[in-house]
């Protein structure tokens, strides 16, 4: 008498289907885990690029000849410059014989951007400072 053969999976198959679906499963979580990491990393990056573009629209009003030091929060973040004299200070021009009111002068500023007691962002900037040092003369 011949013995019919069963028909399906032994258990040995199964579990080493099993492991092989796992094997699959752990290898893509890993993946999804790098790449939400990754997405995380790149928007704090954009987050710290517009507030530095933020801090360089604020700098733009800052005359470093009055204020050669400081800082300004900005959101979550803390802008810090220093201001240092590049160029002598020299009188402004009127275009008249006289002299300016003001004394002028080129200014680098180092600004850093921290957030959390982190530093975020450096950047260097050259600005303009004036400080005015002569009244207007009564006609």
């Known amino acids: 008498m011949r013995r019919k053969r069963a028909r399906g999976f032994t258990l040995l198959e199964a579990v080493v289907a099993l492991a092989i679906l796992a094997a699959a499963g752990m290898a893509l979580f890993a993946a999804m885990t790098q790449s939400v990491q990754m997405v995380g990393r790149a928007e704090r990056s954009r987050e710290a690029d517009a507030a530095l573009r933020n801090a ?17 929060p900005l ?14 200070a020299r ?22 951007l921290w957030r959390d007691g982190e530093l975020q962002r450096e950047a260097s900037v050259r600005r303009i400072g004036y400080r005015q040092v002569r009244q207007p003369q009564a006609l």
């Open 91 to 112: 009188a402004s021009a009127t275009g008249y014989v006289a002299p300016g009111l003001h004394e002028v002068g080129l200014y680098r500023l180092d600004l850093e």
């Open 56 to 72: 360089l629209a604020y700098v733009g009003a800052v005359n470093p000849a009055e204020n050669p030091q400081g800082q300004q």
């Open 75 to 88: 959101g979550p973040y803390e802008l810090v410059w220093n201001a240092e004299l590049l160029e002598p």
